[in-house]
């Protein structure tokens, strides 16, 4: 017999009643019925009830054991009676009555009870990961990463794609997020970066003559983080070569449709060839967001016209000096209070903005100061133009043309859960397409790339050498599910004169892209085919099939908001010997005085 186990605890049915088993595992339950003990056995695979009486030379050492303690049993397999039988259970027809036990190790007092779902603070859960990784949820969640990275991998290679591996130690760049910078030993004064993504290497294995490259590739970026943001990450990152746009969706959709399809637990998802392609100025205007949740039926509509002339004089003065109104209809709201309303409006101002303005409607009788002002018949027939029924409300946001969709796009997301509208049950997927390839900084007073700066422009030369800057579109698009960005990708622009003259639009000069991106000009320079790619988030599509809100809840060994690993103490203190090999010395940072400390406290406190 192995000296551990013949079987796992989710393995034995009423097939196996008689035989001697031996299993190891995790005490995870325990119920005392006086001289009847029943131990609920766990280990990766499942769980089988244990069982032991005054008759099993196992029940003093069981009864003295803490949960959690590590054990191997041997027993003999029977069958429960007809009324114990567990039906939720793989293992729910039998049990094992135990005729000995050997304890492998003793678990002291737990900082968290691992068969219990009770909700535990964060900081417990990280620093004790390795329990809380016990517990059936989060454990669940790892098991569906490692299956969901095995499928895209299938389905890559299943599509022409090979796998290859890119440096971890890199070159910081001057695009992008922050670096992690790594100190270099032998070069005194020099550092390595982490990669933000392999975007540098993925396109030079175009230029070095592969067809079709990817990889589950380990990202860093040191940026502020939040629930659906990691510094540490993993992406599908994939590249090919003479491709358009339409080439890459053809790809990709069937990958991520059916990782989508096989994980979804029955939900529907967006077949694929059928997601939807929509213009980034299109899904700006009706969804106030570059990553719109298709499952909300709410559409935004830009209602500036209406009060050019309008006996509402704020919307009239904001009109007039050049910003927008945007609306997001309330269907069906005539049974709703005022309160409903009134809260929508708190809403908005907790969230930054000065407010969310609103007109009700009941029985075709319009209410509120905006319907009061702009008058019935000004109202009739901005309801005409929108569809709206006799019974619907609507919200208001205006102001600049960003700050009105944006405040648009958050009050169609409030609106909808607030009145139970989103469709459950189901993935929608869409691509946002046709970004501007440039846009204007307000701060620095010039004309500045406004998303990727190495996407070909549509039109390439022509378009950069004729075009008004800010009307060029990019051969730049992401991939949405469900309200969340799963990746950008582009066309890549493979053509030194063309990135020379893009980047010379955005006020920099050719020495500072020599400079700044020499491995890449060169490598354009000696034969550069069409390429482009993308790279979904693997932590987001986990986070997504998981049905988690936390993308900490599908990352096994996380680190917390302050980019810490409370279980490792990372980042630690490292000894002056270690700084002296890779020739960096500490600059003691001046304490702050009360009154600075005071300051600071005062300046966050609004945001906290």
Known sequence: ?????????????????????????????????????????????????????????????LERLRLESVVTIDGEVKARSAETVNANLPTGEI?????????????????????????????????????????????????????????????????????FQTPILGASSPEGARD???????????????????????????????????????????????????????????????????????????????????FSGGKSVTPAGEFPRIPYAETMLKYGTDKPDLRNPLVISDVT????????????????????????????????????????NDWARREGFAGLGYVTRKGGEF????????????????????????????????????????LAGAARTRCAEELGLIEAGCFKFCWIVDFPMFEYDEEAKKVDFSHNPFSMPQGEMEALENQDPLEIKAWQYDIVCNGYELSSGAI??????????????????????????????????????????????????????????NIREVIAFPLNQKAQDLMMGAPSVVSPRQLRDVHIRLIEQPKASEADKANVDAAVAPDS
Not at 185 to 213: E, I, T
Not at 322 to 340: D, L, M, Q, W, Y
Request: charged share 30%; aromatic share 10%.
């Open 1 to 61: 017999m192995h000296a551990y186990r013949t079987h796992n605890c989710a393995a034995l049915r009423a097939a196996d009643v008689g035989e001697t088993v031996r299993l190891s595992g995790w005490v995870h339950r325990k119920r005392d019925h006086g001289g009847l003990l029943f131990v609920d056995l766990r280990d990766h695979y499942g769980v089988t009830q244990i069982v032991a009486d005054e008759d099993s030379p196992a029940l003093a050492e």
């Open 367 to 406: 209410g509120g100061p905006i319907a009061k002002n702009h008058g019935t018949e000004g109202m009739e027939k901005l309801y005409a133009e929108l569809g709206l029924g006799e019974n619907d409300g609507l919200f208001f946001a205006a102001g600049k043309e960003k700050d009105a969709a944006r």
């Open 180 to 262: 992690y910078l790594v100190p270099s030993r032998l070069h005194p004064g020099r550092f390595y970066a982490l990669p933000q993504a392999p975007q540098m290497f993925k396109q030079l294995l175009m230029v070095a003559g592969f067809d079709r490259y990817f990889q589950i590739a380990p990202c860093f970026r040191d940026e502020d983080l939040r629930a659906d943001r990691s510094p540490e990450f993993y992406q599908l990152d994939f590249e090919m070569s003479f491709v358009t746009q339409e080439d890459v969706f053809n790809a990709i959709e069937p990958v991520l449709a059916g990782v989508f399809e096989e």
């Open 492 to 549: 890549r622009n493979h053509k030194p004169e063309i990135m020379y003259k893009a980047f010379e639009i955005a006020g920099y000069l050719k020495e500072e892209v020599d400079a700044n991106f020499s491995g890449m000009i060169e490598a354009f320079k000696l034969g550069a085919p069409p390429h482009g790619g993308s790279a979904p988030g693997i932590d987001r599509i986990v986070m997504l099939l998981a049905d988690e809100p």
């Open 95 to 163: 049990e094992v009555f135990a005729r000995s036990v050997a304890v492998q190790n003793h678990a002291d007092e737990l900082p968290l009870i691992v068969n219990s779902a009770e909700d535990y603070p964060e900081e417990t859960r990280l620093k004790y990961r390795f329990v809380d990784l016990r517990r059936e949820r989060l454990h669940k969640n790892i098991v569906l990463r490692s299956n969901v990275i095995a499928s895209l991998r299938r389905r890559m290679i299943e599509q022409g794609f090979t796998e």
């Open 305 to 344: 016209s209406h009060f050019e002339k309008s006996g509402f004089g704020l919307f009239e003065k904001i009109v007039g000096s050049g910003g927008r109104v945007r609306v997001i209809p309330a269907p069906n709201t005539h049974e709703k209070s005022r309160k409903f309303f009134d809260d929508m």
